[in-house]
Every structure is written in structure tokens, then in C-alpha cells.
């Protein structure tokens, strides 16, 4: 695999900072001592390289096989660099006896096989990178001529097998990547060795199983990755004697449960990433061991509730996503006792409702994720008490706009309005597409609840009492009440007509209503009919609660 173009022309521009030296063509010197070499025509290392040169980078060249004699100058090398050079081979002494050497990486190279023999002495080496370059295996005793190495990096080959003692020599080493090599197990006793280990990275390795006991050796290991493997689960004891870890990666696995205690042992945690696995429930106890943590990341579960007090012991807590989950319904005071809380995402669940204090112990948040769940409204005053609330986002629920949402509409025209541009009334019909920050208030009315007749009020009168929308003319000659799904009742006061008594029309008007839901168009037609008695006709226009 090459190395990114981009990271290349950003490396090239970094060197191309100091004022060019003589240097031998196509190679480029900058600052006295870095000398950047590119291009196809380099078949060879070039002469004359200067002997002061303390940094060399190979960039996209076509050197094949590096032997024991071109790089035997330049004593003050430290960092030597091979970048995206497809044909480079190196040959038992490429790099000669260099004591001065710290730094060498060769990445992006077809190196299918490599022999020690090629590094003859470094014993400065402390960063080596062999990374994207097709290696299939390392010998055994790979690593005896660079004892004193700090930082490993073998990412993106195709490792299969590691020897059990390759690293037996590195008792300095603070920082090993394996990551992308499919590997599918890890040998026993493989990390014994490495006592100072501060990073691990085993990131898409094919793992399906923790050997027991696979890193208690590990006493100062800080960082651990086991993303984007096949783990189903993890053994008891996983993380025991890892007192010292702050970042545990196990995303983007298969594990469909967690034991209570497997992260008990972690007092310094500080992120546990969870997200992309198959967990339906988490245990209560789950977190108590972990007082530190401050990020937690759950989304892409399958969550349908959290238990009471899982998060009761998160006091540093910053951070907590459970968003893509089946989330139906939150604990009482499921959020309670988090005064550090800044981010909570809990959209694309399931929930319907929320309580009136869901968040009010939450005095230092700053985002939450609500959209895309099931919520019609949300309680008056749900926010009140936080006072640091930069946005709320709110799209993709099915809110129904009327009274109970006045509230909430109000709030977001005032503090959250470009987050929730999206954010869409479902219901009733004739708001059914509004904007939430751009919905008038007086457009939120609700139907009254039913409640005991009132012998005070006519039925007609006490149809409009109860309709959402009563829509008006300026005499009040005419009242029409409507609710959410039709218009129900129609009140015209008639002047007098005089006797009725023959047949034909007797009356026909209409009128332009208004109310707080729009206006509506009505027309009335009486006709006589036989014996003194008159038939009234009433046209409404099709949308009675259309927007003005």
C-alpha cells in the first residue's frame, strides 16, 4: 500500500522551508543538513551526498536493491526515510555501521521478506518503521541488532504468524503497532518481554479470542486498541494488572455482552470505546471500577435500556454517546450526579418521552443529541437549568405542534434555531411540514380536555369551546370550529328573511374567517323547501386550516 500523495507534498513543503544547498540533481538539500531525493529517474542512491546531512528522505523513486556501500557516509545521519519507492529490496548491510542512526522508516515498498542482516549495526536505532511494505513474516531474532528500540511500527503488511520470542530483545520498547496484518492470534507469552510498553495497537488483526492472561505483563501500558476485530468476547481477568490504562479501544467488534467486573481493574481509564458492537444490555456494575473516565462511546448497539446508577460513579464524565441505539425509555434520573457532563448524544433511538428533570442535574452540558427518536414533545422546562446548553438537536421526530409544544418551540427560537432549521412538525395536518424555529407561537393550540357538560353553554357553543381553531368573521355573524382532522360545527346569526313558506333559495352568503390557524372561506346557501321548512347548504374550502 502506498502512502498517501498529500502526506507527501506536505512533507515535501516542510523541508522546502530553509534555502536550497548544492546538492547532487534530482535532490534537493535544505537548512544544511535535510536532503529530499524524488523521482523516477533515481534507479541508485546518489553521489555526493552531503557528509553533514542529519535527515534523508527517498520519495517515490525507483531504487531497487539497497546493498551494503552507498549509504557507508554521512556519520551525523539520524533519520533516514524511504517513502513509496515500489521496487526497493534491502541487502544484508543496507544500512552499514551506523551509530548516529535513530530514525529509519520504509513504507509503501514491496519488502515480502527482509533479513536483520540488513540493519548491521544500529544501536542508536530507537523508531523503526516497517510499515505497508508486504512483509509476510519476520524471523526469529529479527530485532537482536536494535535493542535499544522505543517505538515499532508494522502496521498494513501481511504478517500471519509472529515468532513467540521476537521481541525478547526490546526491553526498551514503549509504543508497538501490529494493526492491519492478518494475524488472527497472538502467541503466548508474546508481550512478556515488554514490561515498559506504554501504546499497543492490534487493530484489524482477525482476532476472535483473548489468550488468558495476554497482557497482565503489560504494567505500564497506557494505550491498548483492539478495534475492528472478531472479538465474541472477552475473558475473565482480560484487563487485570493494567492498572495504568487510560484509552481502551474495542469498537467494532462482535461482542454481544460484557461481564460486570471486566473493566474493574482500570482506575485510570480515561475513554472506553464500545461503539459498533452487538450489546444489548450493559451490566449496572459495569463502570464502577472506571472513576477517571471521562469519555464513553456506546453507539451502534443494540441498547434497549440502561440500569439504574450505571453512570453513578462517572464524576469526571465529559462525554457519553449512545446514539444509534434501541433506546425506548431513560431510568429515573438515569443522568443524575454528572457535573462534568458536556456532550450527551442519545439520537436515533427509540425514546417517546422523556421526564421533566431528565437533564436538570446536568449544570455543565453543552450538546445534546435528541434527533431522530420517537418524541411527540418534550415537558415544559426540561432545559431550565441548563444554563451552558449551546444547541439541541431535534430533527426526526414526530412532533406535534400544538400547545404542549409551545414551550419547546419558544426555546428553540431562542437558543437553538440554526441546529433545528430541520427540525419538522408531523402533525396536525395543516402544520404538518413547519420549521419548528419558524412555527408561530399562537399557531400551538390544543384541544381542550373533555371535561363535565356545561348546561350554561349551547352544543354549538360548547363544540367551539372544545375545537382548536374557531375561525370567525369581524360581525361575528358566523363561527366555525374545526379540530386537527375536520371542521365540526357552523354557527351563522341570519338577519331577517321574512316567511319562508314558498320554495326556492332563501338566503346565500359567504365569508372570509379568520383565526390564530389561518383563514378559511365559508359559503352558506338556505333554501325554502314545501311546508315552511329550509335546507341549509354549506360550502367550506378544501384546506379549512391552511396558513394565511
Same mark, same amino acid.
Given at each position: 500500500?502506498?502512502?498517501?500523495?498529500?502526506?507527501?507534498?506536505?512533507?515535501?513543503?516542510?523541508?522546502?522551508g530553509?534555502?536550497?544547498?548544492?546538492c547532487?540533481?534530482?535532490?534537493?538539500?535544505?537548512?544544511?543538513?535535510?536532503?529530499?531525493?524524488?523521482?523516477?529517474?533515481?534507479?541508485?542512491?546518489?553521489?555526493?551526498?552531503?557528509?553533514?546531512?542529519?535527515?534523508?528522505?527517498?520519495?517515490?523513486?525507483?531504487?531497487?536493491a539497497?546493498?551494503?556501500g552507498?549509504?557507508?557516509?554521512?556519520?551525523?545521519?539520524?533519520?533516514?526515510?524511504?517513502?513509496?519507492?515500489p521496487?526497493?529490496?534491502?541487502?544484508?548491510?543496507?544500512?552499514?555501521?551506523r551509530?548516529?542512526?535513530?530514525?529509519?522508516?520504509?513504507?509503501?515498498?514491496?519488502? =515480502?521478506?527482509?533479513?536483520?542482516?540488513?540493519?548491521?549495526?544500529?544501536?542508536?536505532?530507537?523508531?523503526?518503521?516497517?510499515?505497508?511494505?508486504?512483509?509476510?513474516?519476520?524471523?526469529?531474532g529479527?530485532?537482536?541488532r536494535?535493542?535499544?528500540?522505543?517505538?515499532?511500527h508494522?502496521?498494513?503488511?501481511?504478517?500471519?504468524a509472529?515468532?513467540?520470542?521476537?521481541?525478547?530483545?526490546?526491553?526498551?520498547?514503549?509504543?508497538?503497532?501490529?494493526?492491519?496484518?492478518?494475524?488472527?492470534?497472538?502467541?503466548?507469552?508474546?508481550?512478556?518481554?515488554?514490561?515498559?510498553?506504554q501504546?499497543l495497537?492490534?487493530?484489524?488483526i482477525?482476532?476472535?479470542?483473548?489468550?488468558?492472561?495476554t497482557?497482565?505483563?503489560?504494567?505500564?501500558?497506557q494505550?491498548?486498541?483492539?478495534? %475492528?476485530?472478531?472479538?465474541?468476547?472477552?475473558?475473565?481477568g482480560?484487563?487485570? @494488572?493494567l492498572?495504568?490504562?487510560r484509552?481502551?479501544?474495542l469498537?467494532?467488534?462482535a461482542?454481544?455482552?460484557?461481564?460486570?467486573?471486566?473493566?474493574?481493574?482500570?482506575?485510570?481509564?480515561?475513554?472506553?470505546?464500545l461503539?459498533?458492537?452487538?450489546?444489548?444490555?450493559?451490566?449496572?456494575?459495569?463502570?464502577?471500577?472506571?472513576?477517571?473516565?471521562?469519555?464513553?462511546?456506546?453507539?451502534?448497539?443494540?441498547?434497549?435500556?440502561?440500569?439504574?446508577g450505571?453512570?453513578?460513579?462517572?464524576?469526571?464524565?465529559?462525554?457519553?454517546?449512545?446514539?444509534h441505539? %434501541?433506546?425506548?425509555?431513560?431510568?429515573?434520573?438515569?443522568?443524575?450526579?454528572?457535573?462534568s457532563?458536556?456532550?450527551?448524544?442519545?439520537?436515533?433511538?427509540?425514546?417517546t418521552?422523556?421526564? @421533566?428533570?431528565?437533564?436538570h442535574?446536568?449544570? =455543565?452540558?453543552?450538546?445534546?443529541?435528541?434527533?431522530?427518536?420517537?418524541?411527540?414533545?418534550?415537558?415544559?422546562?426540561?432545559?431550565?437549568?441548563?444554563?451552558?446548553?449551546?444547541?439541541?438537536?431535534?430533527?426526526?421526530?414526530?412532533?406535534?405542534?400544538?400547545?404542549?409544544?409551545?414551550?419547546?418551540?419558544?426555546?428553540?427560537?431562542?437558543?437553538?434555531?440554526?441546529?433545528?432549521?430541520?427540525?419538522f412538525?408531523?402533525?396536525?395536518?395543516?402544520?404538518?411540514?413547519?420549521?419548528?424555529?419558524?412555527?408561530?407561537?399562537?399557531?400551538?393550540?390544543?384541544?381542550?380536555?373533555?371535561?363535565?357538560?356545561?348546561?350554561s353553554l349551547?352544543?354549538?357553543?360548547?363544540?367551539?369551546?372544545?375545537?382548536?381553531?374557531?375561525? %370567525?368573521?369581524?360581525?361575528?355573524?358566523?363561527?366555525?370550529a374545526?379540530?386537527?382532522?375536520?371542521?365540526?360545527?357552523?354557527?351563522?346569526?341570519?338577519?331577517?328573511? @321574512?316567511?319562508?313558506?314558498?320554495?326556492?333559495?332563501?338566503?346565500?352568503?359567504?365569508?372570509?374567517?379568520?383565526?390564530?390557524?389561518?383563514?378559511?372561506?365559508?359559503?352558506?346557501?338556505?333554501?325554502?323547501?314545501? @311546508?315552511?321548512?329550509?335546507?341549509?347548504?354549506?360550502?367550506?374550502?378544501?384546506?379549512?386550516?391552511?396558513?394565511?
Amino acid at each position: 500500500m502506498m502512502c498517501p500523495r498529500p502526506l507527501l507534498l506536505c512533507l515535501q513543503g516542510l523541508l522546502l522551508g530553509g534555502f536550497a544547498q548544492a546538492c547532487p540533481p534530482p535532490c534537493q538539500c535544505y537548512e544544511g543538513t535535510k536532503v529530499f531525493c524524488s523521482g523516477e529517474e533515481i534507479w541508485g542512491i546518489p553521489e555526493g551526498l552531503p557528509g553533514n546531512a542529519t535527515q534523508l528522505f527517498f520519495v517515490e523513486t525507483s531504487l531497487a536493491a539497497l546493498g551494503s556501500g552507498p549509504l557507508s557516509n554521512g556519520s551525523s545521519l539520524a533519520r533516514l526515510v524511504f517513502l513509496n519507492n515500489p521496487r526497493l529490496s534491502l541487502e544484508a548491510g543496507a544500512f552499514g555501521e551506523r551509530a548516529s542512526l535513530t530514525e529509519l522508516e520504509v513504507s509503501g515498498s514491496n519488502l =515480502s521478506a527482509l533479513s536483520s542482516e540488513a540493519f548491521g549495526s544500529l544501536p542508536q536505532l530507537r523508531s523503526l518503521f516497517l510499515t505497508f511494505s508486504a512483509l509476510r513474516a519476520l524471523e526469529p531474532g529479527f530485532f537482536h541488532r536494535t535493542p535499544g528500540l522505543q517505538a515499532l511500527h508494522l502496521q498494513g503488511n501481511a504478517i500471519a504468524a509472529l515468532p513467540p520470542r521476537i521481541f525478547s530483545p526490546l526491553r526498551e520498547l514503549r509504543a508497538l503497532d501490529l494493526s492491519h496484518n492478518p494475524m488472527a492470534q497472538l502467541p503466548d507469552r508474546l508481550f512478556h518481554p515488554l514490561a515498559r510498553l506504554q501504546v499497543l495497537k492490534l487493530s484489524d488483526i482477525g482476532l476472535t479470542r483473548l489468550p488468558l492472561g495476554t497482557f497482565r505483563p503489560l504494567r505500564s501500558l497506557q494505550e491498548l486498541s483492539l478495534d %475492528r476485530n472478531a472479538l465474541a468476547d472477552l475473558p475473565p481477568g482480560a484487563f487485570s @494488572g493494567l492498572s495504568h490504562l487510560r484509552r481502551l479501544q474495542l469498537q467494532h467488534n462482535a461482542l454481544a455482552s460484557l461481564r460486570p467486573c471486566i473493566f474493574a481493574c482500570l482506575p485510570n481509564l480515561d475513554s472506553l470505546n464500545l461503539e459498533g458492537n452487538r450489546l444489548s444490555a450493559l451490566p449496572a456494575g459495569l463502570l464502577r471500577g472506571t472513576p477517571n473516565l471521562s469519555q464513553l462511546l456506546a453507539a451502534s448497539n443494540r441498547l434497549e435500556t440502561l440500569p439504574a446508577g450505571i453512570f453513578s460513579s462517572l464524576l469526571q464524565v465529559q462525554t457519553i454517546v449512545l446514539s444509534h441505539n %434501541r433506546l425506548a425509555h431513560l431510568p429515573t434520573g438515569a443522568f443524575r450526579d454528572l457535573p462534568s457532563l458536556t456532550t450527551l448524544q442519545l439520537d436515533h433511538n427509540h425514546l417517546t418521552a422523556l421526564a @421533566g428533570d431528565t437533564f436538570h442535574n446536568l449544570t =455543565s452540558l453543552e450538546v445534546l443529541g435528541l434527533a431522530g427518536n420517537r418524541l411527540q414533545a418534550l415537558p415544559p422546562g426540561i432545559f431550565d437549568y441548563n444554563d451552558y446548553l449551546l444547541g439541541v438537536a431535534l430533527k426526526d421526530n414526530p412532533w406535534v405542534c400544538d400547545c404542549r409544544l409551545a414551550p419547546l418551540a419558544s426555546w428553540i427560537r431562542n437558543w437553538s434555531a440554526p441546529l433545528n432549521s430541520q427540525t419538522f412538525c408531523a402533525s396536525p395536518d395543516h402544520l404538518k411540514g413547519w420549521a419548528l424555529p419558524a412555527l408561530p407561537q399562537e399557531q400551538l393550540v390544543c384541544l381542550a380536555a373533555p371535561g363535565p357538560a356545561d348546561s350554561s353553554l349551547s352544543p354549538g357553543e360548547a363544540e367551539t369551546a372544545r375545537a382548536p381553531c374557531t375561525y %370567525r368573521d369581524p360581525d361575528g355573524t358566523v363561527q366555525l370550529a374545526c379540530d386537527t382532522a375536520a371542521c365540526h360545527w357552523l354557527t351563522v346569526h341570519l338577519p331577517p328573511q @321574512g316567511d319562508w313558506t314558498g320554495r326556492g333559495l332563501a338566503y346565500e352568503s359567504d365569508w372570509v374567517l379568520n383565526s390564530s390557524c389561518g383563514t378559511v372561506r365559508v359559503s352558506v346557501a338556505i333554501r325554502a323547501e314545501p @311546508g315552511g321548512t329550509a335546507r341549509e347548504e354549506e360550502a367550506v374550502s378544501p384546506n379549512p386550516c391552511s396558513e394565511p
